[in-house]
Antibody
């Protein structure tokens, strides 16, 4: 069965770029059945969708973050990645990657990785 | 953007109780709504999609209803493992958005 695992630095300095990778196992990231997404959750707070990508490279971003976000896919490694530039303390959060199922135009987060805490601090 | 508002923000209940959580969208989203369960330190888990469709493997005591702007998640008979935080998510349009969460606590 499909599994997702986030990886990347747990500490990023202010103004720098946060970079995370999600490795997909148990299936192909090139499957036409799925999209792939990033969601974050600041400590003690709610969930925020960051963006999503299809294996072809089509991307969909939250406008609130769009100017700072890049999501990419590497089908050869069965991975997709998140880059968030010019980070501040407000970007401190647990970052989740997830499988996105699109059914009749509706987008659902079907399966989530365990999440990785990224702290922005000098 | 579509705003999602859940009520209550927290609720206390006992094992065996019936609990209902409400989610309201700031504009109509047809039936494009999901519910997630999140336990402390864990990732959210999809419970219900399309407002009322039960995700595979989710116990039948969970049910969802609603369309348009008003939705409910009902747990018919609370079990100890159901104490968690629940989020709704509008799946209708970008940006995808979540409610603020409802914390279900043991009374």
């Amino acid at each position: 069965q499909l599994q997702l695992q986030e990886s990347g630095p747990g500490l990023v300095k202010p103004s720098e770029t946060l970079s995370l990778t999600c490795t997909v196992s148990g299936g192909s990231i090139s499957s036409s059945s799925y999209y792939w997404g990033w969601i974050r959750q600041p400590p003690g707070k709610g969930l925020e969708w960051i963006g999503s990508i299809y294996y072809s490279g089509s991307t969909y971003y939250n406008p609130s973050l769009k100017s700072r976000v890049t999501i990419s896919v590497d089908t050869s490694k069965n991975q997709f990645s998140l880059k968030l530039s010019s980070v501040t303390a407000a970007d401190t959060a647990v970052y989740y990657c997830a499988i996105v199922v699109v059914a009749a135009r509706a987008w659902y987060f079907d399966l989530w990785g365990r999440g990785t805490l990224v702290t922005v601090s000098s | 953007d579509i705003q999602m508002t859940q009520s209550p923000s927290s609720v206390s209940a006992s094992v065996g109780d019936r609990v209902t959580i409400t989610c309201r969208a700031s504009q109509g989203i047809s039936s494009w709504l999901a519910w997630y369960q999140q336990k402390p330190g864990k990732a959210p888990k999809l419970l219900i999609y399309a407002a009322s469709s039960l995700q595979s493997g989710v116990p039948s005591r969970f049910s969802g209803s609603g369309s348009g702007t008003d939705f409910t998640l009902t747990i018919s008979s609370l079990q100890p493992e159901d104490f968690a935080t629940y989020y709704c998510q509008q799946a209708n349009s970008f940006p995808l958005g979540f409610g603020q969460g409802t914390r279900l606590e043991i009374k």
